[in-house]
Structure formats: C-alpha cells, structure tokens
C-alpha cells in the first residue's frame, strides 16, 4: 500500500510505503501522486521517461558506491569482472571530463582516484 503527505492545498508533499500518522493511503494512479512523481509539471507522468532518468541516478550512485568500497579497501577494483572494470573506468574517465568543462576542480594526481590502489593492476 501506498501513503502520502499533503500539504494545505491538497498537493502530494511524500510518498512511502509505510503508514504514518498523518499519511493517507492513496492509490498509484491518483492524480495528486501522479502529479508528484511529474519529472516535468508541464507533463502528464510517464514511468518509462521517470525509470530512464532514474537509471541515470542509479548508475552515478553505484559507481559512487563502488569507489566507495574500494577507497574503504572492501573490496578491490580487479576484483570486479573485466566488462565492469572497463565500464567503470571509462565513465570515471568521462565523469571527470564533465567536471573538467564545467569548471569543476579534479583531482588528477591519482589521490582521489581510488579504484587502482597497491598491487591492483589495470587489464
């Protein structure tokens, strides 16, 4: 089941899945909640465009997540299949090329970049 928060004019304000004191229970295909999870308010909600844009957000938290582990020695970058690895690179590699033109600092002396650390070589 799904529950919502509303604010004064009627607007969906949270969504869960758990009950909450003030939450009311409310159907997916509610125009206040569809109109909530609107990527665009000027457009009708439409899942494939919502899934694609959070797979996007997705993809950029695990990557996040990896380099995470690995800077916190969990896990090692040659630990993770070959496809991934050049995946992975390839869009660090472009992350901070995008940092780059945006006029963002990059650490580009190898400190900050945790994936090859100690033995760890690459291909």
């Given at each position: ?42 457009e009708e ?79």
């Amino acid at each position: 089941m799904l529950y919502a928060l509303f604010d004064a004019t009627g607007k969906v304000t949270s969504l869960t899945e758990t009950p909450h004191a003030d939450a009311q229970p409310v159907s997916l295909r509610d125009p206040a909640v569809l109109e909530f999870l609107s990527l665009n308010a000027d457009e009708e909600f439409n899942p494939d465009a919502f899934l694609k844009q959070s797979d996007q957000a997705t993809v950029r938290i695990l990557e996040d997540l990896i380099d995470t582990l690995i800077g916190h020695n969990l896990i090692r970058f040659t630990d993770l299949p070959m496809p991934a690895q050049k995946k992975l690179l390839g869009r660090k590699l472009a992350r901070n090329l995008v940092r780059e033109e945006a006029g963002i600092a990059v650490d580009n002396t190898g400190a900050g970049d945790n994936f090859l650390v100690d033995d760890d070589k690459l291909f």
